[in-house]
């Protein structure tokens, strides 16, 4: 259930013991309405996942300089020292 809405997320996971149930109820369940919504069921699929490397999102300072851009648009020069 979502938190916010108290509405169901519209997705859910199934554990079956054996692989040959896991193939029946699909077949047999896949396309059927539910509560008049057509439901679909499928085998689940690991996806690969890749934690974020170390510096990917931190701000580049050596690549933009907010103080330069704007020194440069109230028509100073942007080759003066930054302090």
Known sequence: MDAFTGMSKGFGFVDMPADFEATAAIKELDGKLVQG???????AVKQNYS???DNT????TDRFDARKVNSAIK???SSQPIS
């Open 37 to 43: 919504f057509r439901i679909r069921v499928k085998k």
């Open 57 to 60: 999102y931190k701000a580049r």
């Open 51 to 53: 934690p974020p490397q």
């Open 75 to 77: 028509g100073k020069s």
